[in-house]
Structure formats: C-alpha cells, structure tokens
T-cell receptor
C-alpha cells in the first residue's frame, strides 16, 4: 500500500493567490482528516470527512478555506485568497473509522509558504 | 473538555541513555491513549497505543502504561539510539473521531 499521498510537498506562493492542496487516502479508509501544524498552535484539526461527507468543519479558520471530497480516493483543501499567516504544514490523514479510535495514517504533508 | 499535556522539549540525550517523556491527560469517560512519532520531513506515525487502564503499549523498544489513577501515559525507552531523534506526540481519543494531540516533544540523541 502506498500510504496517504499528498501533493505538492512544497508550495511557495504570493499573498492573494489561490492554493490547492491534494490528498489521496489509503484505499478502503472511510475517514479523512485535514490538519494544520504550526509552531505556535501545534496540530489543529481543520475538517473531518466520513464516507466523503464533511462531518465537522469547525476547525476551518475562515471562509477563505474550503475542502471537498468528491469521491473516496481524493480530497482537496483550497485557500483563496492566501495570506502569510496561512504558512504552515498541512497534513492529510485517513483511517478506517469506527467507534473506537482507529489508528490515523498521515501523509508526508504539504509545506506551504505564503510570501 | 479533553486535553493532553506533555513535557516541553527539546530533550537531548546521549546514545544508550534512558528516555522518559511525560504525558498527562484530562478526559471524561475512558479514552484511548496514543504516542505518535514524527521524523523530520514526514507525517506522524503511530508508535503505540493503549485502550484501557493498566494496558501497556509497546513498540520498537518504547513502552507506555495507561495509568488511570495518575491520568498519565509516560513514554519510556531503556536505551535510545540516534535514529530515535524525532518529535513525539501524546494523544487521546474519547471514542469519537476527535483526537487531542499534545504539543509535541522534540528528542535529540547524540552519538
């Protein structure tokens, strides 16, 4: 199994530009998570999907952030317009779900720098 | 609400030294507890877990025991190696999809 695949690994963009991060979860996993990691805030859950449906987006910072999961094998996180304070590492994770805390499998992350 | 507190880093040790990274938690009910490890440039990986009181999780020489009386889940390893240098995250999950992660403890092992 290839694991959770994220792209791009690194993204450098200018303030005001649109940024799209991509994630392919592990085949068969029905839960998908987007996390943001910064030195100041640590790991923050942005949004959680179950069976392709957004269940909890309370962690999405503001309307500039949006996430979609059009099918079981693909998700995107979009920031439009981007701002320097969005600079962080964004992780996608997937799991089998279930009621008793299945193991999370993380991708290698996207390092986003907004200049 | 649920929370996890882990010791500040960085922790710097010589190779073959004994490692302890402290983790305490606050939770209602009976959460599952986890240690995840993050190597440079990579995502987090599950290191070990325990799902009920007195359970001991172990993997790659690391151990942690779920202590309900002290609400703790300290990570230990008897003899660390340079390859153990990473950031270690304590986490809990209270029976839902929401994981609560600690702030992470950076470990640096010197040869």
């Amino acid at each position: 199994d290839a694991g959770v695949i994220q792209s791009p690994r690194h993204e450098v963009t200018e303030m005001g530009q649109e940024v799209t991060l991509r994630c392919k979860p592990i085949s068969g996993h029905n839960s998908l998570f987007w996390y943001r990691q910064t030195m100041m805030r640590g790991l923050e859950l942005l949004i959680y999907f179950n069976n392709n449906v957004p269940i909890d987006d309370s962690g999405m910072p503001e309307d500039r952030f949006s996430a979609k999961m059009p099918n079981a094998s693909f998700s995107t996180l979009k920031i439009q317009p981007s701002e320097p304070r969005d600079s962080a590492v964004y992780f996608c994770a997937s799991s089998l779900g279930g009621p008793r805390n299945e193991k999370l499998f993380f991708g290698s992350g996207t390092q986003l720098s907004v200049l | 609400g649920n929370s996890v507190t882990q010791m500040e880093g960085p922790v710097t040790l010589s190779e073959e030294a004994f490692l302890t990274i402290n983790c305490t938690y606050t939770a209602t009910g009976y959460p599952s507890l986890f240690w995840y490890v993050q190597y440079p440039g990579e995502g987090l990986q599950l290191l070990l877990k325990a799902t009920k009181a007195d359970d001991k999780g172990s993997n790659k020489g690391f151990e942690a025991t779920y202590r309900k009386e002290t609400t703790s889940f300290h990570l230990e390893k008897g003899s660390v190696q340079v390859s153990d240098s990473a950031v270690y995250f304590c986490a809990l999950s209270g029976g839902t999809y929401k994981y609560i992660f600690g702030t992470g403890t950076r470990l640096k092992v010197l040869a």
